[in-house]
């Protein structure tokens, strides 16, 4: 098959650390089967920050500058996306001879891939994360239009269970959506003595050390996080807080940890490549994620496969991924119930052994192998010829 992925979320050369789910899961489709990455990038992206490499190997990949204006109506982003793809990329999207669109975000990225889907005649699939339906479907305008490209797929790929009802209850047909878990790189995510971990960090040393991985915005629940570890530290007097990775709540972090006094015991070390996770999760004594909504978050995978235990919230997929034997879940911004999981998990005796070896059940081999079966039977069913002549 020749696949055209169309999608915000990818390495591009101006943020190269994005979506490392997706890398991985479209490198291997890509040593299979013939796919094309075109990712859009936000136009602001380019204009404030220096390209990089972006770590992508084995798979033809581009980008286009995704313009809108921003803040202002955000009911019309899939028309501006269309506008920004066709202006830059038409000829080469007609030259592409494609089997098949894989669109990697409801809203507004697979509204567009089905405007291209359709003007090049060809099927489009659609794979749904977390928040692009959970979120973007509770804006009427938003919803109308996801309700339609739902419907007019030829299939829809969902991380969770929980994620694939959400898209029959806003439109899919039951029998066109498929639960695909995404999966876990073993060789770089798997047990190790936490103090060799802690070593080639340079980490102080901590007891327990709680871990927080993803982006910092309000929404992943760091704010949250911030909020309930000074009661962990009237009861564990030596325990330290690291938040790795970026984003807009970083200054609010600082301000709270100075203002709540546990500063010295908080450390934000920013973004990390993909590959450095493995250590951070080995060093880590539990991974606390409270987020308000997900899909189905890799670094929790990526956490249990390192053997580390977890705290999350109980919203979206975590609940189907995360056993009792894994870690404690709790209601989304209930601080209370987040503080006594904090509590609570750190006075357990995990078997660490067990954790990884439920984590080593989510294959990339395995999710790269439905995700490439779901595509040939969408492609299987195309009339010969229908294809735009080029």
Known sequence: ??????????????????????????????????????????????????????????????????????????????????????????????RGAYDCVLASWAYPDAIAARWVARWLRIPYVVKVHGSDLNVQAGYALRRRQIGTMLRGASAVVAVSAALGAKAVALGAAPDRVHVLYNGVDGQIFHPGLRSAARGRLACADAKPLLLFVGNLKASKGCLDLIEAFPALLRVQPQARLVYV???????????????????????????????????????????????????????????????????????????????????????AMDRPALIEALIQACNINWDRQVIADHAATFRWEDNVQMLAAILRSVVALQPTGAKICR
């Not at 992925?5 to 591009?12: D, E, I, M, R």
């Not at 202002?72 to 899939?78: E, I, T, W, Y």
């Open 1 to 94: 098959m020749k696949v055209l992925v169309l999608t915000n979320l990818f390495p591009t050369p101006w943020d190269p650390l994005r979506a490392a789910f997706n890398r991985q899961q479209f490198e291997r489709l890509g040593a299979q089967h013939e796919v094309e990455v075109l990712a859009a990038v936000d136009f602001r992206l380019r204009l404030q920050r220096k390209p990089m490499d972006t770590g992508v190997r084995g798979l033809k990949s581009g980008h286009f500058a995704f313009f809108y204006p921003p803040g202002l109506l955000r009911a019309l982003h899939p028309l501006f996306l269309w506008s920004s793809l066709m202006l830059q990329r038409r000829g080469y999207l007609r």
């Open 245 to 331: 990775g970026a984003g807009p709540a970083a200054a609010a972090l600082r301000q709270r940890a100075q203002a709540l006094g546990c500063a010295a015991q908080v450390e934000l070390v920013g973004a990390v490549g993909h590959s450095a996770l493995g250590d951070w999760f080995r060093a880590a004594d539990l991974l606390c994620l409270p987020s308000h909504n997900e899909g189905v978050p890799n670094v929790v995978l990526e956490a249990m496969a390192c053997g580390t235990p977890i705290v999350a919230t109980r919203v979206g997929g975590i609940p189907e991924i995360v056993p009792p034997t894994a870690g404690v879940l709790v209601p």
